[in-house]
């Protein structure tokens, strides 16, 4: 009988009716029969088993990404979130002999803004605070907006842009009817 790689095949003689025991090393799983039995025909019965590494599950991570340097025990996997979600927990997970990931794996959530600032004069226009949403201020009657009157959440959970002001409408100039002054 041949080597097992990642086993070990016992068999106490080789004649007619002796068995053959396959068992793995810890971390793998025997894949076909435990045992065989020498034949009368000089040769062994059934098929020769395999040890097959026992594998930490798939990881997915829910806006997130894993690059994965294998999946058997002692395997490590770091985990990325996608661009706007911030993650929550481990950045690097160990497939554990037990083929659980440890410690146990992050999470990633939305990138959130704070409230806006508050600009004299006006009021916000839009409600979300994700990132990439953007919010608009509204000056009240009698006030004009100054600069952009935009803000962007950014990936960093901030605000982007300068910010905004409203500033108090001019009057145009007067002109004098004919015969008047003003």
């Not at 395999?50 to 997915?60: E, G, T, W």
């Not at 992050?106 to 704070?114: A, E, G, I, M, N």
């Amino acid at each position: 009988l041949s080597a097992m790689e990642h086993g070990t095949v016992n068999a106490l003689d080789r004649e007619y009716r002796a068995l053959a025991t396959y068992s793995c090393n810890p971390g793998h799983t025997l894949q076909g029969p435990r045992t065989r039995s020498c034949l009368h025909t000089g040769q062994w019965g059934g098929t020769e088993p395999s040890c097959r590494p026992n594998l930490c599950p798939v990881l997915k991570v829910q806006h997130g990404s894993t690059s994965n340097k294998g999946r058997a025990p002692g395997d490590s996997t770091t985990v990325t979130c996608d661009l706007g979600f911030w993650r929550r927990g481990p950045v690097r997970l160990v497939c554990q002999m037990d083929l659980e990931w440890s410690p146990s794996p992050p999470s990633c959530h939305p990138v959130r803004c704070s409230d806006p600032p508050n600009v004299k004069n006006a009021k916000v226009v839009g409600q979300a605070r994700v990132y990439l949403a953007s919010i608009y201020y509204r000056c009240d009657a009698g006030y004009e907006p100054r600069g952009t009157n935009r803000l962007t959440c950014s990936v960093e959970g901030t605000w982007s842009g300068p910010r905004p002001s409203c500033v108090p409408r001019p009057c145009g100039y007067l002109e004098a009817p004919p015969h008047t002054a003003v």
